[in-house]
């Protein structure tokens, strides 16, 4: 149970230091904004590698949806670091 | 070692953070972007340093194949279709955090076979929202790629999606006591049918809002992917799951709030409203009948006169001036005004476009220097020193009908007040509703002149006319 406070602690102190930062990016940039954090998260992809990669505790369909999910993150990260890198290197081009 | 790979995670939230700082500015938000990029594999080195990982041959193919896929897919997608993307990233980002907790769950299975875990409440709850958002964020997400492709219409009638929506949530309730108070280890073919239900409620959740309350619905499900993160955290007792998680919920939630009020909606009338075309919609002969005999028509050749003489222009782009492509038409005749000493500037709605900023994105691709882009409360008093504004595709978001009248459904909703110009240009292709479904009374005005047709296509005719005349 103390972790759990701990971890919620934690949840809900980040959420703060989310709305503070993201509240001062301008509207500009909210579309980057957007495809930057959805690459953030796939941060997720760090459950899926210790899921999968887990030596004696696993089954093959659990290895299976692992490795599943560890696709599905990496997509999610490589596609949206990589856009949003392309939509700023238009933004940076030109500076009025 | 375990206490370094914590370090090391912290180390990314760090970075993260940062790296969102970073966007504050569109000077530093390329280098805020790859320190989030740097952050991101600072978390990947970390978590194949845990202890627990110790076969890497799948993580690698699997960290290839993906890698590969988005490395396509970022590369081959237009601008116009960033939203489309987002979505789909946001769904498969939901769909990995399902498969973590189900694949946790049966790892799970085996440890307690070893009498190494035992499932606590907070355990069995953490596994079962992880699911219920992983799951929602992935068919939500395909549901709103979609209807934002235009694949899939509104329905007429929402009134089985809500009763699917009410249906799943007690079911799903019922399921997870049964989960929680019986054998929680060993509910296998409870917890598919819970995975299967809560697909099914993605679904049911996001087909009724109307597809031009897609942008809502995209920065909504930006936000469960975040929130499906944090959860998938929970379950795995990992701290830079939670902090990153609850970072990127946050940031969903903020554009969420902001699209929301740029409509003068609430968000539970976004997500339980149905569609304002659906719920207002005229007839097509009431429509004619509105601007029957009152339109003034323009052709490209008067408009090219009209700007000529033009001091102050400011451009209003819109949705169909994405659907046209006619972002890079746009600039150059930006340009031409500017060359002839007629002062440019782009009014830019909150709502313009398919998602937050996405008009930005579109202009900064035509290499519009971000500076000439005004938002919609500075622009505003501007417009009466404005000798013509150009009205690109848009239509609810300069409808005056939402300052005055009651009982319209935008009523309330800010709008960009274009008619206050001294000439107004109107570029669509017909007198056809927007999103909303009511005809739009900027059309009628005394000042205000009609250019039917295809925005890149107008904007082209008239570029030659004022390089010919």
Redesign the interface.
């Known amino acids: 149970?103390e972790?759990?406070i701990l971890?919620f602690t934690?949840?809900?102190l980040?959420?703060?230091?989310?709305?503070e930062?993201?509240?001062?990016?301008?509207?500009?940039?909210?579309?980057?904004?957007?495809?930057?954090?959805?690459?953030?998260?796939?941060?997720?992809?760090?459950?899926?590698?210790?899921?999968?990669?887990?030596?004696?505790?696993?089954?093959g369909?659990?290895?299976f949806?692992?490795?599943?999910?560890?696709?599905?993150?990496?997509?999610?990260?490589?596609?949206?670091?990589?856009?949003?890198?392309?939509?700023?290197?238009?933004?940076?081009?030109?500076?009025? | 070692m375990q206490a370094f790979v914590n370090f090391f995670y912290l180390a990314a939230a760090v970075l993260f953070i940062l790296g969102i700082k970073g966007m504050t500015k569109p000077k530093t938000a390329v280098r805020g972007n790859q320190l989030s990029a740097l952050g991101m594999g600072l978390a990947v080195l970390a978590a194949l340093l845990d202890f627990h990982v110790v076969s890497y041959g799948t993580i690698i193919i699997g960290i290839l194949a993906g890698g590969a896929a988005g490395v396509y897919m970022a590369r081959k997608v237009q601008m116009t279709s960033v939203p489309e993307m987002v979505a789909l990233l946001n769904g498969l980002g939901g769909g990995a955090s399902l498969l973590v907790a189900a694949a946790n769950y049966l790892e799970s299975q085996q440890l307690s076979g070893m009498g190494q875990f035992d499932p606590t409440v907070e355990w069995s709850v953490a596994v079962i929202l992880s699911i219920l958002v992983g799951a929602v964020t992935l068919t939500g997400s395909l549901v709103a790629v979609g209807k934002l492709m235009g694949k899939v219409d509104d329905p007429k009638d929402i009134r089985n999606y809500k009763l699917g929506v009410k249906a799943s949530f007690a079911l799903l309730f019922v399921g997870t006591l049964t989960l929680v108070m019986g054998d929680t280890l060993n509910s296998g073919v409870l917890l598919t049918l819970m995975i299967l239900l809560c697909l099914v409620l993605g679904v049911c959740l996001v087909m009724p809002i109307g597809g031009a309350d897609m942008p809502v619905v995209v920065s909504l499900l930006n936000s469960y992917s975040g929130i499906a993160g944090a959860a998938a955290g929970f379950v795995l007792g990992n701290n830079g799951l939670i902090i990153t998680g609850s970072l990127v919920g946050a940031s969903g939630l903020i554009l969420t709030s902001i699209m929301c009020k740029a409509m003068n909606r609430s968000l539970v009338n976004v997500l339980f409203g149905g569609s304002m075309a659906a719920a207002a919609g005229i007839s097509k002969s009431e429509n004619d009948a509105f601007y029957e005999g009152k339109v003034k028509f323009a052709s490209a050749d008067e408009v090219a006169m009209m700007l000529e003489t033009a001091k102050r222009v400011v451009f209003v782009p819109g949705y169909g001036l994405a659907v046209a492509q006619a972002q890079h038409a746009t600039r150059e005749l930006a340009s031409l005004l500017e060359s002839a000493g007629a002062k440019v500037k782009y009014a830019i709605h909150p709502v313009a476009g398919r998602m937050p900023g996405h008009m930005n994105v579109l202009l900064a691709e035509a290499e519009v220097p971000y500076d000439q882009l005004v938002e919609m409360d500075t622009i505003n008093p501007e417009f009466p020193q404005t000798d013509v504004a150009i009205v690109l595709g848009a239509n609810d978001v300069v409808n005056p009908v939402a300052a005055k009248d009651k009982n319209s459904p935008i009523y309330g909703m800010p709008i960009l007040e274009v008619y206050n110009a001294r000439t107004v240009i109107v570029v669509k292709r017909g007198l056809s509703p927007g999103f909303a479904g009511i005809p739009n009374e900027l059309f009628i005005r005394e000042n205000t002149l009609m250019v039917p047709g295809d925005a890149k296509k107008v904007l082209q005719d008239v570029i030659k006319a004022l390089r010919e005349g």
């Open positions: 149970m972790m759990l971890t934690i949840f809900v980040a959420i703060f230091v989310g709305v930062i993201i509240n001062k990016v301008p509207p500009t940039l909210h579309t980057p904004l957007m495809s930057g954090t959805n690459a953030i998260s796939g941060i997720v992809v760090v459950g899926a590698i210790i899921s999968s990669g887990a030596g004696e505790h696993t089954s369909l659990s290895t949806l692992g490795v599943l999910g560890i696709v599905l993150a990496t997509i999610n990260i490589f596609g949206g670091f990589l856009v949003t890198d392309r939509m700023l290197q238009m933004f940076k081009k030109k500076k009025g």
